[in-house]
């Protein structure tokens, strides 16, 4: 019995050895040569997709900013949108003294700023959204949208050059880690390798699944109960990012497309 538990041990070793090379290895095939760069990411206006969501947190940074000044000033904000029209006018018509008027004017113009951005990258992923007919797979997964889905289309680029959708989670970051000492294998945290910015959009799509129904709830009330909702939602995460892959690789996703199939045979 202690062979064949160290013999295990070692199998799982291994695989995620494998694993961890093939995560490390994916960066730089491009500048290598061994990999074209249109394999490692989307099309070159693929940024879009990465950037608009890092425009949004500045953005809600700032105003975050303005909050607290107002806050210092002991003022209290009499609308619950300060950014709106209505709340526009209460912060241009506030008597403040000329350091916090002059801060307060300068975060203003960054949120204009910001307000431009993010409505251009809007219209242009919205735009290259209908144009693109891969968009469509990851969207018929619960809490995936259009936004969601060109960026893992941008972030992942051609799936073709990951043999299993295991690799491409460890590619980002989504596999946990494994730690093993006397024969014995413990697994930790998940590794955190690969795209930041991937894994936050999946995290959030994830957060819809324990309202809907089909695989992805199935796969996130049993790991709730055992190690709490949010282990659940990184595996949910997880779960939505192996659907795009078979999205990806196959022209459809077949689980969905099973459960489709049923709920119109009941209808």
Not at 38 to 57: I, L, M, Q, T
Not at 199 to 206: F, Q, S, V
Not at 209 to 216: D, E, F, H, K
Not at 236 to 251: E, F, K, N, S, W
Request: net charge positive.
């Amino acid at each position: 019995m202690e062979l064949a538990s160290a013999a295990t041990a070692l199998r799982r070793r291994l695989s995620q050895a494998r694993l961890k090379v093939a995560a490390l290895r994916l960066p730089d095939s491009t500048a290598t040569g061994l990999m074209p760069a249109s394999a490692a990411r989307a099309e070159s206006s693929g940024w879009r997709s990465r950037e608009s969501p890092s425009s949004v947190h500045m953005r809600t940074s700032l105003k975050n900013r303005v909050h607290a000044l107002l806050a210092r000033q002991g003022i209290l904000p009499e609308h619950s949108d300060l950014f709106g029209k209505a709340g526009r006018e209460f912060l241009a018509a506030l008597e403040l003294p000329d350091g916090p008027r002059r801060r307060l004017d300068s975060i203003v113009a960054l949120i204009d700023d910001l307000d431009r951005e993010v409505a251009t990258a809007t219209r242009e992923i919205d735009a290259r959204a209908r144009a693109d007919e891969r968009v469509a797979l990851p969207c018929g997964i619960r809490g995936v949208g259009p936004y969601t889905a060109m960026l893992v289309i941008a972030e992942v680029g051609d799936v073709g050059r990951l043999p299993t959708a295991r690799h491409l989670c460890a590619w980002a970051g989504l596999t946990p880690t494994v730690r093993s000492s006397a024969g014995k294998a413990r697994l930790g945290h998940i590794s955190r390798q690969g795209s930041a910015i991937l894994r936050w959009a999946l995290t959030e799509a994830a957060q819809k699944a324990p309202s809907g129904g089909g695989p992805l709830r199935a796969r996130y009330e049993p790991i709730a109960k055992r190690r709490g909702p949010k282990v659940a939602k990184v595996a949910v995460a997880r779960q939505i990012l192996t659907l795009c892959y078979h999205g990806l690789r196959d022209g459809e996703i077949r689980c969905l497309a099973d459960r489709g199939t049923e709920e119109a045979i009941a209808a």
